[in-house]
């Protein structure tokens, strides 16, 4: 059943690809006799074909997700994307301090422990990073500190 | 020949005075370290630390010794991640997660780590010599390799990786395809227009090869970890005290000389790199091997294949950056902007003129060989060490090494978001049993494919006859009808001999 | 250990060099908005030395390839748009991308125009031991037949690189649609496709030419100025001067921030280049770099882009790049 849902998902995708490629893309003039829309076009059709391939034999049955599970999942990507969020408004240390002591203590720190890594990692990879390495690393609000 | 061999002595020279040798093994080391942070790579290491090289007020070539220790560092050091946590540390080391990764999973950590220094360091050196050797005569078959060849090269890898077809081929290949189509997002190279782009102006440019590791790869097992722990699938790994052994070195020397050659070769070409390079080396060793089959499960000739090839190829991008002043690669196009830096104008001036900082370089190239090797090997141990590091704590920070890895290469929080999305896709990819491989080299190859072709066409004014029409195509394409047509023969004549036998 | 103390410690003593200037320009960057290896990087390393003595270490030079830029200057409307540390590389050809609407949304209102790094003219360059030996010869083989040549280019249908061989063919009046056109991806790939013989001609600017100069390898066939060049291009002929006075191209080099920087940062920057400016070894630069000096900063910069976008937008409605 889960490989035939993918391979639905994927199916509806290629063809939306493909419309595109048929349709939409198009140069006002080129000089290969291929243009910008042969290339899609040909990957549309392949595309399609093995996503119907995959939906007339499909080999993966379930998917294997607990309730547990899932939910945990779910929680770690709304962590991950509010890293993404605060990682320039807060700067690295801050929120690299916040995501690492909340994402340790919700797989089984304590929270002394998960503080503790928390700091460290925002201070340690700040400074290897940005101060020895020189990467680009944003600084957040710490930047009137330094 | 004299020449070569008086260039090579005047360059270890200057390579071997204490002040050089303590630069290319203080580069060595730092770009170790660079490259063990997934995404982070050669080219991002070089043009991050060229302003510090700068800056120290070094003379022209010992700041060049300087970089180019930071280059092969930066490629020894890709492996690292890709062994322990099956993250590629950068783009060459992709191939690097597929027997590396399990093999650190069997417990053999420090095996993998020591072979694949060992592989590393033979491509490198490998590549030294070949350049010493032939530089300028390569360099210049480097150029009239034309769009029509590289046609020819993409068939010959897309054949090569034929190989890696697993237990269903059709999933396979809508793997590659997916590669291929993330791979047309963003404006198009010949005609200026944009493709998929969907008015996001971050995606004008196409998706970054490094975020689609980073992504599929690194985000993906982020939450596949999480997903083991809650099930409690998940044990702790056993660290054994492995290292190479005499016979892993002779089980796959054969591997390691084809793959230097390979990688070498790949890499001199313009255009194509360590990640080229390493794909077609193990796909090749794929088809070769005897034991073809356990590929993907930690053979460590699987692991030695794209080590050798991606060291070797960034050995072979520096031959037409020194010899012709045409940077073959995006590292040695800063390493070129770092000669211009010191006025010094690369090409084959530059052996007459500034012969010092030509065979300086050459030379430290051949240092930084050994002392990669002798600065690796003993820290084997305590990378291995990195396995022990709690999950509770080790799934945070792989995230946060993709974001530093991520956000300091491209600088684009757009990006952050990108490989969260891909690292979802990934992930599902994985449960559904798909091979992530064949999607990151169809999005490599995909690019490359397409505007060498459009390319091609464009010289010919749309006569195809002309991907046909010279000696370098020829040969590759009988290599690609060679490397799939063999194996198919070798296994039949084993079976008709069994048959005999029996 | 030691050795990263070590680094430590020599980066510190760099950084407090560099405090000399305004306090937020503590990280100088020009971004490439091109691949290594072309006129974007070459506008980014003059930078690069020539701002050295104000900053005491060199500009990290960012390659941020894509879109022909436009990549960077969405980046500089969306989420860099007062970065105080970032300058950006633009030649004429990004003044064109935006006159035709290339950047979508972005156009040259959207950036803050802050300096030049000089001049530079486009150039039809031949193989050394090519049939064409002069300007001439290969015109007239176009005149007679505009698939005769092969030409290549960095820049894609549109770009300033097919526009310079457009100006070429309209010039001896040939329809550019009807000549065989290859975009390469950036001008070194281009370069290394002259040199295996893919292509016969490649329009590209002389400044990328200096490192080739008096080898054998390459063949500058014209300038595509109205004036002779300085040394070491003496002895090329202009287009003006063999007769083809409307194959003039005119690369404006310089650099734009984000629309938001602060006046104090903007002009730290303008006091920067102005003070090269006055610099003796900033006009060697230049002259090094293949480079006119054309210097420029601040307002009298602004004001002379936004003529010249004018003007491009005008020739481009004539051409039917833009309805």
Redesign the interface.
């Known amino acids: 059943m889960a490989d035939r849902i993918f391979s639905g998902l994927l199916l509806l995708v290629s063809i939306g690809y493909g419309v595109m490629a048929f349709t939409v893309i198009k ?5 290969d006799p291929l243009g910008p829309e042969s290339w899609p076009r040909i990957l549309s059709v392949v595309s399609a074909l093995c996503c119907l391939g995959l939906l007339a034999r499909p080999d993966t049955e379930r998917l294997d997700l607990t309730g547990k599970t899932s939910t945990r999942l779910v929680v770690l990507l709304v962590l991950l994307a509010a890293y993404a969020a605060l990682f ?1 408004p807060l700067g690295f240390v801050i929120a690299t301090l916040l995501f690492c002591a909340v994402l340790a203590r919700i797989l089984g720190a304590t929270m002394g422990h998960a503080m503790i890594f928390g700091v460290a990692t925002g201070i340690l990879g700040f400074g290897v990073g940005a ?2 390495l ?1 990467l ?1 690393l944003p600084a957040g609000p710490l930047r009137a500190l ?1 | 020949m004299t020449d070569v061999l008086s260039g090579l002595e005047a360059g270890f020279a200057v390579a071997l005075l204490p002040l050089n040798l303590a630069l290319v093994m ?1 580069g060595c ?2 770009g170790t370290l660079i490259g063990a942070l997934p995404g982070i790579g050669p080219i991002n290491g070089v ?2 630390l ?3 090289a ?3 007020g070094l003379p022209p070539e010992s700041a060049l010794i300087l970089l180019a220790g930071i280059y092969y560092g930066a490629e020894y050091g890709g492996r690292i991640s890709s062994i322990l946590l099956n993250v590629p540390g950068d783009a060459g080391a992709v191939m690097t997660t597929l027997d590396g990764n399990p093999m650190a999973k069997r417990g053999e950590a420090g095996r993998a780590l020591s072979l694949s220094a060992v592989a590393s360091f033979c491509g490198g050196t490998a590549a030294v010599i070949l350049m010493t050797l032939f530089g300028p005569l390569l360099a210049s078959f ?6 029509s060849n590289y046609v020819a090269l993409m068939v010959f890898a897309f054949a090569s990786l034929a190989s890696l077809v697993g237990k269903n081929p059709i999933k396979t290949l809508l793997g590659a395809v997916i590669g291929l189509m993330l791979a047309t997002i ?7 227009v ?1 493709r998929y782009d969907f ?1 996001v ?2 995606l ?3 998706i970054d090869f490094l975020v689609v590791v980073i992504g599929l790869f690194g985000m993906a097992e982020l939450i596949h970890l999480v997903e083991q722990q809650v099930t409690g699938k998940f044990t702790i790994l056993p660290i054994g005290k492995s290292f190479v052994s005499m016979a892993d070195l002779m089980a796959t020397k054969w591997t390691i000389l084809r793959s230097s050659l390979i990688g070498f070769f790949i890499g001199v070409l ?2 194509t790199g360590a990640s080229v390079a390493s794909a077609v080396a193990y796909g090749t060793e794929k088809r070769l091997a005897s034991d073809g089959d356990t590929f993907g499960t930690g053979n460590p000739k699987g692991l030695a294949a794209p080590e050798a090839a991606n060291n070797a190829a960034a050995g072979g991008a520096m031959v ?1 950056m020194l010899t ?4 073959g690669s ?1 590292t040695t ?2 390493l ?2 770092a000669l ?2 010191f ?1 010094v ?5 530059m052996f007459q003129t500034r012969p010092e900082i030509a065979w300086g370089l050459i030379a430290s190239m051949y240092i930084g060989n050994v002392a990669l090797l002798v600065i690796n090997l003993p820290l084997v141990g305590l990378f291995a060490r990195m396995l022990t590091i709690p999950q509770r704590y080790l799934i945070p920070l792989i995230a946060v090494l993709a974001f530093i890895g991520v956000y300091s290469v491209v ?4 990006d952050l978001f990108m490989i969260i999305g891909l690292g979802i896709f990934g992930w599902v990819l994985r449960k559904l049993h798909f091979s992530l491989a064949p999607i990151i080299l169809g999005f490599v190859l995909g690019g490359l494919f397409e ?1 060498n072709l459009r ?1 091609a066409l ?2 010919s ?1 749309g006569d195809w006859s002309i991907l046909v029409a010279d000696a370098n195509s020829l040969v590759l394409y009988t290599l690609a009808l060679l490397v799939v047509a063999v194996p198919l023969v070798l296994s039949r004549r084993k079976r008709m001999a069994l048959d005999t036998e029996a | 250990m030691k ?2 103390k070590a ?2 410690a ?2 510190l003593s ?1 950084t407090l060099a560099g405090q000399v200037l305004a306090a937020d320009i ?2 100088p960057e020009c971004i490439a908005p091109a ?3 072309g006129g974007f ?1 070459l506008t980014c ?1 003059v930078a ?2 020539g701002l050295m003595d104000t900053f005491g ?12 830029g ?2 960077a200057i ?2 500089f ?4 748009t007062d970065d105080p540390n970032a300058i950006v590389a633009f030649s004429s050809g990004s003044l064109l991308n935006m006159a035709t609407g ?1 950047y ?1 949304e ?1 156009t040259e209102k959207d950036v803050r125009f802050l300096a030049t790094a000089g001049a530079d003219f486009g150039a039809a360059v031949v193989q050394g031991d090519s049939p064409f030996q002069s300007l001439d010869a290969l015109m007239e083989a176009i005149k007679a037949d505009p ?1 005769a040549v ?1 030409v290549g280019a960095g ?5 300033q690189d097919w526009m310079k061989a457009a100006l070429l063919f309209k010039s001896v009046g040939q329809d550019p ?1 009807k ?7 950036g001008g ?2 281009a ?3 002259l ?5 016969q001609l490649y329009m590209g600017d002389v400044g990328e030419m ?3 100069m008096g ?1 054998n390898v390459m063949r500058v066939l014209a300038v595509m100025s109205s004036d002779r060049l300085g040394p070491p291009f003496a002895d090329i002929p202009t287009t003006k001067e063999l007769g083809y006075p409307d194959a003039e191209w005119t690369i404006l080099r310089g650099y734009y921030m984000g629309k938001n920087v602060s006046d104090e940062a903007y002009n730290a920057w303008v006091a920067a280049f102005e003070k090269a400016y006055a610099d003796p070894a900033f006009a060697a630069l230049q002259k ?1 770099k293949g480079l006119m000096p054309l210097n420029m900063a601040g307002d009298e910069l602004v004001a002379s882009v936004k003529t010249r976008v004018e003007k491009m937008r005008a020739i481009a409605m004539e051409a ?2 833009i309805k």
């Open positions: 140069a006002p003039f080129q000089y320039e101060m020895i020189e680009n330094m | 203080g080391f730092v043009a991050i060229l302003p510090i700068y800056g120290l480097a150029v009239k390799f034309n769009p963003g404006i198009d190279a010949n005609t200026g944009a008015g102006p971050d004008l440019a196409g313009p255009g037409p012709l002043g045409i940077p995006g196009a800063i070129l902007g211009l830096l006025n104008t690369p090409g084959p001036m600088g684009n929080p757009f505007d390319r464009s010289i004014g | 050795m990263l680094a430590a020599l980066l760099t503590d990280h691949k290594p290896g990087d390393r690069q030395q270490k060199p500009l990290q030079v960012t390659f941020m390839p894509g879109g022909i436009a990549v969405s980046q409307n969306t989420t860099r290339k979508g972005w698939q092969v820049g894609s249908v549109g770009s649609r000549m065989r056109y290859v975009a390469f991806d070194g790939d370069i290394a496709g040199m295996g013989g893919s292509i200096v490192a080739h080898t090094d039917g790049l």
